[in-house]
């Protein structure tokens, strides 16, 4: 029986990757077909488990789907001590953003625990200002705010740091420390002149954000605090450091490493840490 690999690189409601087997194993068998091209490749599962038995050739309109398949497809180069500069970049711009909300971080770290007061936490996330909504009469928001402030839509910022997700999704589809964490991890990914390394850091970083968000099944729209669950599940999915989880329903592929656990993807640097280990 014809073998093939499979992969989950987003939480999308159209992905083919349910019914991946149906697709594939006719194609595999087939001799005659040398050249597969994927027309509507999206996140890439059906090119990923024909790519050891075909020529494939993707092909979608989204730009992120470019970026996806040419990762998963192409793979790169990436030494040990890229990473360790990387990731040393990486925590020097985390710690840095840190100071620019540290009153936002301190009020959120004191929700992040057990039996919380779920109505609390509702009005501390619905006072998080974005630039969607600028306006908090909240003191703890007031740094989101400034920085807020200095965000226009379709422009660039005013500012010489990071903070797109900070100032569009905190407390929204994310929590304000992996807001922290994604924005730091991006901006370091901008300054890495290999295209292609570029790309499979970049599909690594959607993967992650597309486990950490605070959606049901799909982006349409996030969570919000309208009981004692939702607020768990909210909680749930913001600790930084909680129980371990399995890696491969993010990447389901070989690993040259035994990662099957890693830290939960509530904190994104320790679950991009983690994955990075093993390529696809």
């Known amino acids: 029986m014809n073998q093939h690999n499979e992969i989950s690189t987003l939480q999308y409601m159209g992905s083919k990757a349910r019914i991946i087997s149906h697709i594939c194993k006719p194609i595999i068998k087939n001799e005659h077909i040398k050249t597969v091209v994927d027309l509507f490749a999206g996140t890439g599962s059906v090119g990923y488990a024909l790519k050891p038995y075909k020529n494939v050739i993707s092909n979608d309109i989204e730009y992120y789907a470019y970026i996806i398949n040419q990762a998963i497809l192409n793979g790169c180069a990436f030494a040990i001590s890229d990473e360790v500069s990387f990731w040393i970049a990486v925590d020097q711009q985390y710690a840095f953003l840190q100071t620019k909300v540290s009153s936002a971080l301190f009020a959120e770290k004191e929700f992040l625990i057990d039996n919380i007061d779920y109505k609390q936490y509702q009005v501390f996330c619905e006072n998080t200002p974005s630039v969607f909504s600028p306006k908090s009469d909240d003191s703890r928001m007031r740094e989101i705010s400034d920085l807020v402030s200095q965000v226009t839509p379709g ?25 922290c964490q994604i924005d730091a991890i991006r901006s370091v990914i901008e300054q890495i ?7 499979i850091l970049l599909t690594v970083l959607m993967s992650a954000i597309s486990a950490n968000a605070s959606t049901t099944t799909h982006f349409a729209q996030f969570l919000k605090v309208k009981s004692k669950a939702t607020c768990n599940n909210l909680i749930s999915k913001r600790i930084p450091f909680g129980n371990m989880i399995s890696i491969t329903y993010i990447f389901n592929s070989p690993c040259p490493v035994n990662i099957d656990t890693v830290y939960n993807p509530q904190s994104v640097i320790h679950l991009i840490r983690q994955t990075l280990q093993h390529p696809f």
């Open 155 to 179: 422009k660039a910022p005013a500012l010489d740091f990071p903070c797109l997700f900070l100032t569009y999704f905190a407390n929204a589809y994310f929590g304000i420390a992996q807001c």
């Open 193 to 199: 002149d290999d295209k292609q390394t570029k790309n």
